[in-house]
């Protein structure tokens, strides 16, 4: 069975850190471009940030640039949205999502998507 997992979320102050983590099982991984969206109260999903599978192209929604970091370790299988400074309006639900074909596409065409961990930051 094909599963992303994200982990990570919680609750934190402004100007804090989290660590999102999104283990993949059931397909290689490797070679996979991978991304992560995020969906706050009353407004539509967004893109947070993109990455191809090679790492040689990433992409980050100028509300985080500077402070959010995606990577992905092939070995274990997991991708990471490293976040730092954070602010009340990067609270929201948090997905992963993996495609072989696409990168830093829209939600709906990612091959496989997670159902999301919860980051709630308080002013």
């Known amino acids: 069975e094909v599963q992303l997992v994200e982990s990570g979320g919680g609750l934190v102050q402004a100007g804090g850190s989290l660590r999102l983590s999104c283990a993949a099982s059931?397909?290689?991984?490797?070679?996979?471009?991978i991304a992560w969206f995020r969906q706050a109260p009353g407004k539509e999903r967004e893109g947070v940030s993109c990455?191809?599978?090679?790492?040689?192209?990433?992409s980050y929604a100028d509300s985080v640039k500077g402070r959010f970091t995606i990577s992905k370790d092939n070995n274990k299988k997991v991708m990471y949205l490293q976040m730092n400074s954070l602010k009340p309006e990067d609270t929201g639900v948090y997905y992963c999502?993996?495609?072989?074909?696409?990168?830093?596409?829209?939600?709906?065409?990612?091959?496989?998507r997670g159902q999301g961990t919860q980051v709630t930051v308080s002013s």
């Open positions: 999502a993996a495609d072989l074909w696409r990168y830093c596409s829209s939600w709906s065409s990612y091959q496989y």
């Open positions: 059931g397909f290689t991984f490797v070679g996979y471009h």
């Open positions: 990455r191809s599978s090679s790492g040689g192209i990433t």
